[in-house]
């Protein structure tokens, strides 16, 4: 069986340990943090994890994977280090904090023959799943436009601003529906609490095959919304993550162009059939993007947030931030950035 | 008594002739439209009206106001006409369809002494005017951003697209409640349904003081939408105009970013305390628009949504559609295009 | 072409009017009123309208059908008086303020061979004929409950209390979709602002083949809720008139118990499926409800609000006030107070 | 410090567990349970506890208090013999199945001289404990009436009904409100799904002081509602416990009585003022019931949800189950069945 250490025990990382301890795809062996009140509480939590405070010497133990929740600034380095010692790496969303970074991990995982994978957790979750299946069916139809909310009051990151915490899950949901790349990204912020580090922002971005999309960000929102409008020429879609019951909504709505006769104007007509939201699994996100990095181990297939899809999430937002920056010729030449499946 | 007369019956007419007639601060006695089926109907409604095709003939009567409900396009030609016969003149939003025009005849008003005022009926609205006093009043503190959703299933414009007919009211409230004109704007939309004629779009606005503010606004949406977030330093607003009981909301919430002791890190806590709806008078914004047009006639009061401010609503409309347009020379010399009270 | 007459012209009577002026179905010629004042808005409104102070004026002219919305106490000497001047005759709900007194009208509209129906609006609304059909047609399976809730603050009657008011709507509700009449009924409530006038109260029904039903109805209440809920043993179904978009919802889920084998105890597990909310024909009720009485009138046809059902409803209100009352013997022999179709 | 046991380690003791383990007001060290795999559980989890099967060897060990978990038909018999054994005594709600046993307790504690205490959590929740602070300030003027929602799909419960399993809450809740107890009861319901255990009921309260409740209660409900509305003669309260953010809205309405002058109808008017939800503290109940417990051990004081007012929300339920019941002399000569203060 895989042996598995966790690197990181912050905000995020006890999460990982509980699901690493819960699921039978892996012997969960080893952790490491530099606080060693951290790795007092998880030991005597799992008293039978080896406990490291140095990275490296939980790399040079037997473990086969390695799993990183270290602040995004340290990503780069320590699955760099990882690879390097043969580990398969899992690294939380973003991937790295620039795309060259993030596109030298891709490229040293490629040499040195490791799984390299994305912690983008929502891209597992059942309505996000749901509306990739409605999307790639044809239900929607030619897809319109997408417009995403994610906003509430907190929590601030130390280490990045909100488009680095929060537009990452928007993103990564995007490029997993739509299965390509912005060919143009703008963005617009402020940073209203702390100086240079923006706490609301939209971003808006243009694909290829026609879509556009919005992403509104924010810490400092008196209401939580976790909304996502999606509208395509046959249906429309609302997925609405606070909803306890009802997360995804299918709209049977429409407006009809009818081609003038003859002569004259053209005439608009509005379709408004029933509403559907259809019953979604409860299973949790997080353990089933663990047991399938687990399983892509063992057989080798490509991780729906492989290396590269997270260096792609990371590009994006790179393009937004800088407000039309275009893929380079290194990312070009991979020309495959964003691979969600089977399609390019 | 001033004798008002009424140019168009189309789709928003109707309803200023029913408020013309409520209102007991003009005679309404004639009214106008292209189309004879119209006038017909009217006057069987209102049969003391005198009726005409053509606006000129209305123009001769002996009316002292006029009230112009026309498509966009014909604004400025029947505004112009009617200032030149010396009429009082209250034109529909948008003022004009370019802000060249909308100018021309603010400065024609001025010159031939004549109120001209706009029809931008949500700044008349209960909800709007008590944000405006929560905002003056300094009970938000310093205003961070603002976030305006105006989205749902048509009504599409023949002559516009969703950027004239929607976030028009918006930017009104927002020119309304800030009182200050932006220095930056952008936009990005798409035209879905109609060839060059956006039913989405996404505009952006920075403002000279600090705040900056988005809006979202959609003729292709499934669930409709009214809601606008204003997040100030001290408390922040959600002005929800489809809640049918409490469409204002403040929220006694914030970030209070404490200074770091000696050295070390920046400390954010939130505060959380009580959520207040106040209650909300509930009278007709365009009875109280209406009468405020006829008693700014009389008392020679400025119109709070004035020539000069409907014309900064279309400058505002036009830099974010040419994305970082700056105003120009002719309207910074007036150096008071948005003026809504005393304050400048 | 029918000729109509409309008696009342207080809150409701006016929503008549304007229906009566809008059907092609009948021409409406006459309307009564005991003050002055409402006739001659009325007519100022309808010019072509005869007006009449005393109803016997009216009933003396050459209308052939009567609609009646007068106060309720007035309601049973109106009618009774219509019919005997051979009119076809509606009575706003309820038909009557007794039993008794609306079991005579019945009689009388059979002996004189005249339609007499009652105006139950309800029945006649898209979301309550679309849970009618769910019903009927097995999509809900057996009936298990249904609960309605109807509360909100104001608006009180001056004749009635809550019960007669509000609760009427939601048992003339009840007995269309179950088309069975209560065996058994019990009330309770308070006069809490006026002294012997109910101004909250709760409802409990039996129904013979075995559902039960509970009304909740509030004069007194911060919140409006107009909310039924219906659980049926196949599907579940929330209907909720205060919905903009989605007044029924049609939920796929239920319990299912397991025989036990052999022996240890029953399981139950839980289903559930998609909910969906069908799209709903945005008609008016009353306009509906109105042309009906006409057709009727024309086709012979029997009411769906009829006479009989009418005193179904004052029968189950007086059964659930006096507690476990039971239908006497007149109402037992004509055996089929509640016909609300072609079932029995 | 004082030492506690746990008996009962199945839906609900795991959640007591978690707390004894995380409060420093109590040393846990003991726990018990029939069945050897849930101990096997508990003790991996809490390595330090001695784990009994019987809970006759927990009570002859040296714990000084003990909680009890167990089902309900055992609660008394469990409960007896840990007061014979001189323990303090926390049970589960509600305190026993019949008012007889649970009476029977209360005496039995008082002889012992040991603290008998109920676990109704609700009682101890910010929102719950507002609504008591707002009813005995008087801010809400006399209560008229009250109005309770518990529905859900599932969970049933093996042993009782909805009724003992739900509605124990809502009149935990009421009886905590009003410090009283009801003059008269009834209920009404439906086994629906097994026989004899009522999965929906309805329960009618009429209380001394005047004011009237309903209690709703069903495990078959397509959606899940824990509403109460609280209506006073100044304010009016709803407390929606599914409310992520704004469990307690206290509305400033009411219906003013004019009296009338000379002769004449009585008037009313509506007062409608501002709406504000209060900040609730974020505490989790459980926590502060259980440390409640043990504060009450140390200090003598009679803990708010005593064994006597456990027995008194016992023959509510009983009073209502049975149609009118009247409390019976024996708990009459104690006078004083509902304590939940100093009040009495």
Chains 1, 2, 3, 4 share one sequence.
């Not at 973003?94 to 993030?102: E, G, H, V």
């Not at 290829?208 to 395509?232: D, F, H, N």
Request: net charge negative; aromatic share 10%.
């Amino acid at each position: 069986m895989i042996k598995a250490g966790l690197i990181g025990l912050g905000y995020w990382g006890p999460n990982l340990a509980r699901v690493l301890h819960q699921t039978s795809r892996c012997e969960f062996t080893a952790c490491c943090d530099l606080d060693p009140r951290r790795l007092e509480k998880i030991t005597r939590q799992y008293p039978h994890l080896k406990a490291y405070r140095r990275p490296e010497d939980l790399l040079d133990s037997d473990v086969d994977a390695v799993l990183i929740a270290t602040p995004i600034s340290t990503h780069y380095e320590v699955a760099r280090k990882a690879l390097h010692h043969g580990k398969h790496v899992f690294v939380e969303k973003p991937l790295a904090d620039s795309t060259a970074r993030a596109q030298e991990l891709v490229e040293l995982a490629e040499v040195v023959d490791r799984k390299l994978m994305t912690g983008h957790t929502f891209v597992y979750s059942p309505p996000v799943v749901k509306v990739k299946e409605l999307i790639d069916s044809g239900h929607l139809g030619d897809l319109h436009y997408l417009s995403f909310s994610r906003v509430n009051l907190g929590l601030y990151q130390k280490d990045v601003d909100v488009v680095w915490d929060l537009a990452v899950h928007d993103i990564s949901i995007l490029l997993y529906w739509l299965d390509e790349f912005p060919v143009q990204a703008s963005s617009f912020g402020r940073s209203c609490v702390q100086q240079a580090k923006r706490d609301v922002a939209y971003l808006w971005f243009q694909f290829p095959s026609g879509p556009v999309a919005s992403c509104e960000v924010s810490w400092l929102s008196p209401q939580k919304m976790r909304r996502t409008c999606i509208v395509g020429s046959k249906r429309m879609v609302v997925y609405d993550d606070t909803d306890p019951s009802e997360k995804v909504k299918i709209y049977d709505r429409g407006v009809i162009l009818h081609q003038p006769e003859t002569f004259g104007e053209f005439q608009l007509t509005y379709r408004t059939g029933d509403m559907v939201a259809p019953n979604l699994a409860n299973t949790e996100p997080l353990l089933i993007e663990i047991e399938h990095f687990f399983n892509c181990i063992e057989t080798g297939e490509t991780p729906r947030t492989s290396g590269k899809f997270g260096a792609g999430v990371v590009a994006a937002i790179e393009m937004a931030n800088h407000g039309g920056w275009q893929p380079d010729v290194a990312l070009a030449e991979h020309g495959e950035v964003i691979v969600t499946g089977g399609k390019r």
